[in-house]
């Protein structure tokens, strides 16, 4: 599979969020595929990603999920990305992520991984050699 075919299947997964349509899942992921959130949860298995992606979006809208860059090596991608949702309740989640994509010999997604990282960065020496951190729960994507 060519780097190229792999990038269009991302973008693929990711435009499917953004449109909230199954646009072809069985192309993108193998059937015993995982899928690893960032912040906890696993899907073991196409049909349970399915089942994941179908009843997320009726409680949340992905807004944005932009692609910054895309590293290849073997049969392993790395994609880095901006990602924006809105949940039913108002609340509005945005940040930073990395996503470790290892295709099958299908040229179909066996493994993926995601990274976050908090877009409300600060620099907690700015005022001095002792750190200052914030007081707000840590986000651990």
Known sequence: MTANAREEA???????WLQKRDLGMERVF?????????WGPEY?????????????NTRGTVLQWDVKQ???K???????WYFKNQMKNGAI???????????????KIHFL?????????????????????RQEPAKWF
Not at 30 to 38: G, H, I, K, Q, R
Not at 45 to 51: D, Q, S
Not at 98 to 104: F, P
Request: glycine share 10%.
């Open 10 to 16: 991302i973008r693929l997964w990711f435009s499917m």
């Open 30 to 38: 193998a059937p015993d595929a995982v899928y690893l959130e960032s």
């Open 44 to 56: 073991c298995g196409l049909a349970k990603i399915k089942w994941w992606f179908e009843e997320w």
């Open 70 to 72: 895309f590293f290849h």
């Open 74 to 80: 073997e049969d392993q991608t790395v994609v880095q």
């Open 93 to 107: 989640e945005a940040f930073d992520g990395m996503t470790l994509v290892v295709w099958n010999g299908e040229g």
């Open 113 to 133: 991984q995601e990274f976050g990282c908090n877009t409300n960065r600060y620099d907690p020496y700015a005022g001095g050699p002792k750190p200052v951190f």
